[in-house]
């Protein structure tokens, strides 16, 4: 419906709607439609004064632009919601300190000021911003490699298209075109708008595919047409006057290539991840000769509740976060938008007891979890995963690719200096492969395998999944037996270094935000 276009006076309370939708998929939709109420309306209108009156102060307000060299200073003072855009970008960065670099933020608050109130602006980024890798890149690295894994894919789906682009020299000013402009210097505003009713949603991966449709669309015409004319730049902008966003969109989810026997679909999304995190490998490859030097990694801040003196005032106090070790390896681990929050105990088989209903109950309302798991059979060692989702009982799979395990030993234990975490990937060997009706059929299995990101049911949870059955790590119903084998995707060794082995404490831990406690949804 959304690729159809949203109707003008909707988009407000569409849009904010989407993001939250997306951000939080595990809600039920109505959490998403309250924000499309008057009284979601008063609730963040109140906010956003408060963060002006408490926090912030009007005469600090300055130009942040988050890398953004598009847009200038002497620019925006030229339209009237210049103020408007430094004020919400200004909070935002007050919110989000930690993101320094993420130049399509500029671009999309000025889009959404168009057709948002600035606290709308600022709940949506906010929101965007806990989801990044759903919306856009948070650092200079990963800024490149998704403009080279957009390149990588138009070559694969339309090389003809992608050489004439390069003996051109416009591939990276395109590339930053569309993750840097959001298409707006090649686009009329009408059109962007528009895509814009669907990245709400979908995210990134809609830019990958409107930018592809537009460069082949604009192929063609320059062979027939402009190719004459010399100018390639300028001929991409008149073309893009005149072309229809329509057909923009329904080129954009078409099938690619020519012919019966090359014919490609769009790379799904966890391909997608796996060729920017590549390119990103690349791009540290090219200014370190492979030796990547990371600054030293503050560790993650833990919240330590107080006990009442009466036993119905006792709360779970954390144990195996307590370790400095442990969350400084988690804050090096954790994506960055996360890097700098509080972990909060939120179940504890201490004190919740040992039931995965107790488990499921006490985490049902939080989407980031770290769960801790003490192995009985290796001594000062920590073993766990990181779920981007909330568990819950289903008969699906869930989780993404943002999902980790990984294993921290502390000072003394039998394997010190052998913490390790294991993220997932797509193989290199399916990256970008054709997708033909046999190949999906032989594939189909072993898809479902490669994506076992989360799985719960009343019986055992389970991250990462093989073709034996195993599981990356497993705990069962009662929380006393865990398991641990190579999982494809995530290629770990055993957490525990042994297959099976027996459950100490287990604890799981919401993140919440640094600034004011508020849990990361």
């Given at each position: 419906?959304?690729?159809?276009?949203?109707?003008?006076?909707?988009?407000?309370?569409?849009?904010?709607?989407?993001?939250?939708?997306?951000?939080?998929?595990?809600?039920?939709?109505?959490?998403?439609?309250?924000?499309?109420?008057?009284?979601?309306?008063?609730?963040?209108?109140?906010?956003?004064?408060?963060?002006?009156?408490?926090?912030?102060?009007?005469?600090?307000?300055?130009?942040?632009?988050?890398?953004?060299?598009?847009?200038?200073?002497?620019?925006?003072?030229?339209?009237?919601?210049?103020?408007?855009?430094?004020?919400?970008?200004?909070?935002?960065?007050?919110?989000?300190?930690?993101?320094?670099?993420?130049?399509?933020?500029?671009?999309?608050?000025?889009?959404?000021?168009?057709?948002?109130?600035?606290?709308?602006?600022?709940?949506?980024?906010?929101?965007?911003?806990?989801?990044?890798?759903?919306?856009?890149?948070?650092?200079?690295?990963?800024?490149?490699?998704?403009?080279?894994?957009?390149?990588?894919?138009?070559?694969?789906?339309?090389?003809s298209t992608a050489r004439t682009m390069n003996a051109e020299q416009m591939s990276d000013r395109y590339a930053a075109g569309i993750f840097t402009d959001f298409f707006r210097n090649m686009l009329p505003e009408t059109s962007v708008v528009r895509i814009m009713d669907i990245y709400t949603l979908e995210g990134t991966k809609v830019l990958f595919?409107?930018?592809?449709?537009?460069?082949?669309?604009?192929?063609?015409?320059?062979?027939?047409?402009?190719?004459?004319?010399?100018?390639?730049?300028?001929?991409?902008?008149?073309?893009?006057?005149?072309?229809?966003?329509?057909?923009?969109?329904?080129?954009?989810?078409?099938?690619?290539?020519?012919?019966?026997?090359?014919?490609?679909?769009?790379?799904?999304?966890?391909?997608?991840?796996?060729?920017?995190?590549?390119e990103e490998e690349r791009y540290w490859n090219e200014r370190t000769g492979g030796a990547v030097e990371t600054p030293p990694t503050n560790p993650v801040g833990l919240v330590v509740p107080k006990n009442?003196?009466?036993?119905?005032?006792?709360?779970?106090?954390?144990?195996?976060?307590?370790?400095?070790?442990?969350?400084?390896?988690?804050?090096?681990?954790?994506?960055?938008?996360?890097?700098?929050?509080?972990?909060?105990?939120?179940?504890?088989?201490?004190?919740?007891?040992?039931?995965?209903?107790?488990?499921?109950?006490?985490?049902?309302?939080?989407?980031?979890?770290?769960?801790?798991?003490?192995?009985?059979?290796?001594?000062?060692?920590?073993?766990?995963?990181?779920?981007?989702?909330?568990?819950?009982?289903?008969?699906?799979?869930?989780?993404?690719?943002?999902?980790?395990?990984?294993?921290?030993?502390?000072?003394?234990?039998?394997?010190?200096?052998?913490?390790?975490?294991?993220?997932?990937?797509?193989?290199?060997?399916?990256?970008?492969?054709?997708?033909?009706?046999?190949?999906?059929?032989?594939?189909?299995?072993?898809?479902?395998?490669?994506?076992?990101?989360?799985?719960?049911?009343?019986?055992?949870?389970?991250?990462?999944?093989?073709?034996?059955?195993?599981?990356?790590?497993?705990?069962?119903?009662?929380?006393?037996?865990?398991?641990?084998?190579?999982?494809?995707?995530?290629?770990?060794?055993?957490?525990?270094?042994?297959?099976?082995?027996?459950?100490?404490?287990?604890?799981?831990?919401?993140?919440?935000?640094?600034?004011?406690?508020?849990?990361?949804?």
């Open positions: 419906m959304i690729r159809k276009g949203i109707p003008p006076p909707l988009r407000c309370a569409v849009w904010i709607s989407n993001i939250i939708q997306a951000c939080h998929p595990h809600q039920p939709l109505s959490y998403a439609h309250e924000y499309r109420t008057l009284a979601k309306v008063r609730v963040l209108d109140a906010g956003y004064e408060s963060l002006y009156k408490n926090t912030l102060r009007e005469g600090d307000v300055k130009p942040i632009l988050f890398g953004n060299t598009s847009i200038t200073v002497a620019a925006v003072k030229e339209f009237a919601g210049g103020d408007s855009l430094w004020r919400v970008l200004f909070a935002l960065h007050s919110v989000l300190g930690v993101v320094e670099y993420a130049p399509l933020v500029p671009t999309v608050a000025s889009i959404l000021l168009g057709h948002m109130s600035e606290s709308y602006v600022f709940c949506s980024i906010r929101e965007m911003a806990h989801c990044n890798s759903w919306y856009w890149a948070t650092s200079k690295p990963e800024h490149v490699a998704y403009q080279r894994a957009f390149l990588d894919v138009l070559s694969k789906l339309h090389p595919r409107i930018g592809v449709a537009l460069a082949v669309l604009f192929h063609r015409q320059w062979k027939d047409t402009y190719m004459a004319g010399g100018d390639w730049w300028k001929s991409l902008q008149d073309f893009g006057t005149n072309v229809s966003v329509d057909l923009l969109i329904k080129k954009a989810y078409g099938v690619h290539g020519k012919g019966v026997r090359k014919r490609y679909r769009f790379p799904r999304r966890p391909i997608l991840q796996r060729i920017i995190q590549l009442g003196d009466n036993d119905d005032d006792k709360v779970p106090m954390p144990v195996l976060a307590k370790s400095t070790l442990v969350r400084t390896k988690l804050a090096e681990w954790l994506p960055l938008s996360l890097r700098f929050t509080k972990l909060d105990l939120i179940f504890s088989t201490n004190y919740h007891g040992r039931t995965l209903e107790n488990f499921y109950r006490e985490t049902k309302k939080t989407k980031h979890t770290i769960m801790l798991v003490e192995p009985l059979n290796v001594e000062n060692t920590v073993v766990g995963c990181y779920a981007s989702q909330t568990w819950h009982p289903s008969t699906k799979v869930y989780g993404d690719g943002a999902c980790f395990l990984f294993r921290i030993t502390t000072e003394g234990g039998e394997g010190e200096g052998e913490s390790k975490c294991w993220k997932w990937h797509y193989p290199k060997s399916n990256l970008l492969e054709e997708e033909e009706d046999d190949a999906s059929i032989r594939t189909a299995n072993s898809t479902a395998i490669l994506e076992q990101y989360q799985v719960g049911t009343r019986e055992y949870i389970s991250m990462g999944g093989n073709s034996q059955g195993g599981a990356g790590l497993r705990l069962n119903e009662d929380l006393t037996k865990g398991e641990s084998s190579k999982a494809t995707g995530f290629d770990n060794l055993p957490l525990a270094y042994e297959e099976m082995f027996e459950v100490g404490q287990v604890e799981v831990y919401q993140l919440v935000r640094e600034m004011d406690g508020i849990p990361i949804h």
